[in-house]
């Protein structure tokens, strides 16, 4: 079974904790010492920062935002579904995520009760902080545990993290970890610390390597320890993906290190299926036991295909790297495996309310290029994106979307269904944000 560290969402979420972090998007707070399972996509938390948060807004779009997600087991006794914990989130009016609480269901009261609240501090488009605090019952206040304070390249990755502890009265150097990239901006070393009071240093704990194909879809992660005695890195788990022809992940193998053969084995596999709409539909976990796979747990996604990934406000830690889902998801149902039949056991169902947010996404890397500008029935958008298509996404002056298509480089697109005046755009790829801009309409 791999060892995950403190795992708190259920949809497609991570939120950092102590330690070091890995995501599963099946698990949920609250969630009684189940057995940890295979996650879905682990990525480092520091990865989805980058990802998420390195964005700016420019105008008023009408957007859905991700505002609490509920999650609830069945009771076998009363045979009813009933809620155990919830997440909740705020975000400010630029649609960065502000925090997120935790909270535990009272059965004898009937009341959610604090837990946890993750607090996040932004300079401009980048998030330098992420404070966790934890309810003390006791005084009714929220207590200090943990913080991260992050440093960014000047292209928006996140360089390094630092970790800090409370110890009652100050912040305690914990963990600190350097980023490298290569020149698409793929994250490919995490090389990691931690604080050794007796000297007042950082001394080298361990890593994690990334390898990417052309298209800078993740292939394989490989995490090590350093071994002071021996003065090399030791493997300890390993992530292989496997991909179709359209680029959608199909399968995640986890392995470990045996170290008594000096071979990487199999632990645990996830599949993925999906819907007509490109949706992920389900996840298949299986587990190695003695050269056999065995089945061990499904997850099963639904979703509101009336609005599209772009058309949503998603706390940061959601990541959609892989392409998972492309549209607006809303439960998320998990079934355990008993020998014979898959048994649902947790669901997670997702809330949303429909906000004006002050901007679409504007990446620092700038603008694709348009021509002719102005245009009147045909439009031209050029990038230097190594995707050959990316998906657009055209906004009125009131931030109504007025139409979305795919689009090829270099490709012209039909643009004669647009009165004349000024739009805002966007072109995505894998549904992250590529570039966005203004154009003209004569």
């Known amino acids: 079974m791999k060892q995950i560290f403190t795992l708190l969402m259920a949809v497609l979420v991570c939120i950092p904790a102590i330690g070091r972090q890995t995501v599963d998007i099946r698990k949920a707070p609250g969630n009684k010492n189940r057995n ?20 700016q807004k420019t105008a008023l779009i009408l957007m859905q935002q991700l505002d609490r997600i509920i999650y609830q087991e069945y009771d076998t006794e009363s045979e009813n579904w009933v809620d155990y914990s919830r ?6 009016a630029s649609g960065q995520n502000t925090s997120a609480t935790e909270s535990y269901y009272n059965p004898e009261s009937g009341n959610y009760v604090p837990d946890e609240k993750w607090s996040y501090s932004y300079t401009g488009s980048n998030m330098v902080e992420m404070l966790i605090s934890s309810w003390d019952s006791s005084i ?13 390249n000047p292209d928006g990755t996140i360089a390094s993290e630092l970790e800090s502890l409370w110890d009652g009265s100050s912040w305690q150097p914990m963990g600190k970890t350097e980023n ?4 698409g901006g793929n994250l490919i070393t995490e090389l990691f610390y931690y604080w050794y009071e007796d000297t007042s240093e950082w001394v080298v704990s361990g ?3 990334n390898i990417y194909n052309a298209n800078g879809s993740i292939l394989l992660t490989t995490n090590y320890f350093w071994d002071p005695g021996t003065s090399d890195w030791i493997g300890t788990y390993r992530e292989e993906y496997t991909y179709n022809s359209n680029w959608q992940l ?3 193998n986890y392995l470990t290190w045996e170290s008594a053969g000096s071979q990487w084995i199999n632990d645990y596999r996830d599949e993925f299926t999906y819907d007509e709409f490109q949706n ?6 299986t587990q190695w036991i003695e050269g056999i796979w065995y089945l061990e747990y499904k997850n099963e996604f639904t979703y509101n295909n009336n609005f599209s990934f772009n058309d949503l406000v998603l706390p940061y830690d959601f990541t959609n790297e892989t392409g998972l889902f492309n549209h607006m998801i809303t439960q998320v149902s998990e079934f355990e495996y008993d020998g014979s039949v898959f048994v649902e056991i947790d669901r997670s169902i997702v809330y949303y309310s429909e906000v004006n947010i002050t901007g679409i996404t504007t990446i620092a890397a700038g603008n694709a290029r348009i021509f002719p500008q102005p245009a009147s029935d045909l439009i031209t958008f050029s990038w230097d994106s190594r995707l050959p298509f990316l998906d657009l996404t055209v906004y009125d002056i009131n931030g109504r979307k007025v139409m979305a298509q795919t689009v090829g480089n270099k490709v012209p697109v039909q643009a004669d269904q647009l009165a004349p005046g000024l739009y805002f755009y966007r072109l995505t790829g894998n549904n992250q944000t590529e570039y966005t801009g203004k154009l003209s309409i004569k």
């Open 36 to 55: 940890d399972r295979s996650a879905l996509c682990r990525v480092r938390a520091s990865h989805h920062i980058k990802q998420a948060m390195r964005d």
């Open 87 to 92: 997440s909740d989130y705020l975000f400010n």
């Open 140 to 152: 009714s206040q929220w207590e200090f545990v943990y913080k991260s304070n992050f440093t960014y």
């Open 180 to 183: 490298t990239y290569d020149a």
């Open 207 to 209: 890593k994690t390597d």
């Open 250 to 252: 199909l399968v995640i």
């Open 280 to 285: 992920i539909s389900m996840v298949t976990g």
